[in-house]
C-alpha cells in the first residue's frame, strides 16, 4: 500500500485567528484528518468555546491565547504550546481583520491597525515560530492571502495592501527559509461567506455582480479551502514554495 503522502495525521499545526470564521473552519477541517490543532485568539471566551467544539468532534485541541502584533505575547505563548506539545509542524498565518471606508477619508488608526494584524502579526508569528522551524530544519508556514493580493476594489484600500504585503512576506520567506527545508506558502481566498464578509452577502446587488463576475457563479464556501490546506500542510508540498494557491471560482483567470 502507497503512503499517504496527503497525510496531516499527528502533525500539531497552529492556526492563528482560529477562534471563529476561516481559521476555525481550516482548524475543523484539519482537525478531522487527525492533525492536532492549536487555536489562537485573544478572546478567552471564544478561544475556550471553540476548543471544546473541536474536542466534541474527537479533535485534539489546544490553545495559544496572544495578540499576534505582540511579539512578547507570542513568543511566550509558543513556548507555552511547545511545553504541551513537543513541537509546531505547520503554521497558518490567517489574522486579520477588516473595515471599508473611502480611501480619501480612511481613520488612519482603523488603517494603521488593518496593516499591523494583517501584516505585520503575519511577519511577527512566523518570526517566532520560524526559529524553531529553522532549528530543526524542516517545517510548514501558510499565509492566508487573498484575491486583494492582486486586486483593488474601492473601499478596502488598506485591506488589499495589506494582502499585498502578504504576499510579498511569502515570497520573502520561501527565498530566505526553503535553504533550512521549510516550505512557506500561500493562500489566496476568493469571496467566501464568513462573518467578515456576511455584510456583502447579504447584499443583494452585491451578490448578483459577484454570480456575474465570478466563472463558478456563486460564493464559495469556506470548507472549500479545507483542500488547499491539506496540500500545503502535507509532504505532498515538499518541494513548493513561495507560491500562491488562489482558491477562488476562477475569478482572477478571468476579465
Same mark, same amino acid.
Given at each position: 500500500?502507497?503512503?499517504? $503522502?496527503?497525510?496531516?495525521?499527528?502533525?500539531?499545526?497552529?492556526?492563528?485567528?482560529?477562534?471563529?470564521?476561516?481559521?476555525? +473552519?481550516?482548524?475543523?477541517?484539519?482537525?478531522?484528518?487527525? %492533525?492536532?490543532?492549536?487555536?489562537?485568539?485573544?478572546?478567552?471566551?471564544?478561544?475556550?468555546?471553540?476548543?471544546?467544539?473541536?474536542?466534541?468532534?474527537?479533535? /485534539?485541541? *489546544?490553545?495559544?491565547?496572544?495578540?499576534? /502584533?505582540?511579539?512578547?505575547?507570542?513568543?511566550?505563548?509558543?513556548?507555552? +504550546?511547545?511545553?504541551?506539545?513537543?513541537?509546531?509542524?505547520?503554521? #497558518?498565518?490567517?489574522?486579520? #481583520?477588516?473595515?471599508?471606508? !473611502?480611501?480619501?477619508?480612511?481613520?488612519?488608526?482603523?488603517?494603521?491597525? #488593518?496593516?499591523?494584524?494583517?501584516?505585520?502579526?503575519?511577519?511577527?508569528?512566523?518570526? +517566532?515560530?520560524?526559529?524553531?522551524? @529553522?532549528?530543526?530544519?524542516?517545517?510548514? $508556514? @501558510?499565509? $492566508?492571502?487573498?484575491?486583494?493580493?492582486?486586486?483593488?476594489?474601492?473601499?478596502?484600500?488598506?485591506? %488589499?495592501?495589506?494582502?499585498?504585503?502578504?504576499?510579498?512576506? /511569502?515570497?520573502?520567506?520561501?527565498?530566505?527559509?526553503?535553504? *533550512?527545508? @521549510?516550505? +512557506?506558502?500561500?493562500?489566496?481566498?476568493?469571496?467566501? @461567506? /464568513?462573518?467578515?464578509?456576511?455584510?456583502?452577502?447579504?447584499?443583494?446587488?452585491?451578490?448578483?455582480?459577484?454570480?456575474?463576475?465570478? !466563472?463558478?457563479?456563486?460564493?464559495?464556501?469556506?470548507?472549500?479551502?479545507?483542500?488547499?490546506?491539506?496540500?500545503?500542510?502535507?509532504?505532498?508540498?515538499? *518541494?513548493?514554495?513561495?507560491?500562491?494557491? *488562489?482558491?477562488?471560482?476562477?475569478?482572477?483567470?478571468?476579465?
Amino acid at each position: 500500500m502507497l503512503p499517504d $503522502i496527503f497525510s496531516v495525521e499527528n502533525k500539531n499545526i497552529l492556526i492563528t485567528g482560529s477562534s471563529s470564521g476561516i481559521g476555525l +473552519v481550516l482548524a475543523t477541517e484539519l482537525g478531522r484528518r487527525g %492533525a492536532r490543532i492549536i487555536l489562537n485568539g485573544t478572546n478567552h471566551e471564544k478561544l475556550a468555546g471553540a476548543a471544546s467544539r473541536l474536542r466534541s468532534l474527537g479533535i /485534539t485541541a *489546544y490553545t495559544a491565547a496572544f495578540d499576534v /502584533t505582540d511579539a512578547d505575547s507570542c513568543a511566550q505563548a509558543v513556548q507555552a +504550546v511547545l511545553q504541551e506539545t513537543g513541537t509546531i509542524d505547520v503554521l #497558518i498565518n490567517n489574522a486579520g #481583520i477588516q473595515k471599508r471606508a !473611502p480611501a480619501e477619508s480612511f481613520d488612519l488608526s482603523e488603517a494603521d491597525a #488593518i496593516l499591523s494584524v494583517n501584516l505585520k502579526g503575519a511577519f511577527i508569528v512566523s518570526q +517566532v515560530v520560524g526559529r524553531i522551524m @529553522i532549528s530543526r530544519r524542516r517545517g510548514k $508556514i @501558510i499565509n $492566508i492571502c487573498s484575491v486583494q493580493s492582486e486586486l483593488g476594489r474601492p473601499s478596502i484600500t488598506p485591506y %488589499a495592501a495589506s494582502k499585498g504585503g502578504v504576499k510579498m512576506l /511569502t515570497k520573502g520567506l520561501a527565498a530566505e527559509w526553503a535553504k *533550512y527545508n @521549510i516550505q +512557506v506558502n500561500g493562500i489566496g481566498p476568493g469571496y467566501f @461567506i /464568513t462573518d467578515m464578509t456576511r455584510p456583502l452577502a447579504e447584499n443583494g446587488d452585491f451578490s448578483a455582480w459577484l454570480s456575474q463576475r465570478v !466563472p463558478a457563479g456563486r460564493w464559495g464556501d469556506p470548507r472549500e479551502l479545507a483542500g488547499a490546506a491539506v496540500f500545503l500542510s502535507s509532504e505532498s508540498s515538499d *518541494y513548493v514554495n513561495g507560491h500562491i494557491l *488562489y482558491v477562488d471560482g476562477g475569478m482572477l483567470a478571468s476579465v
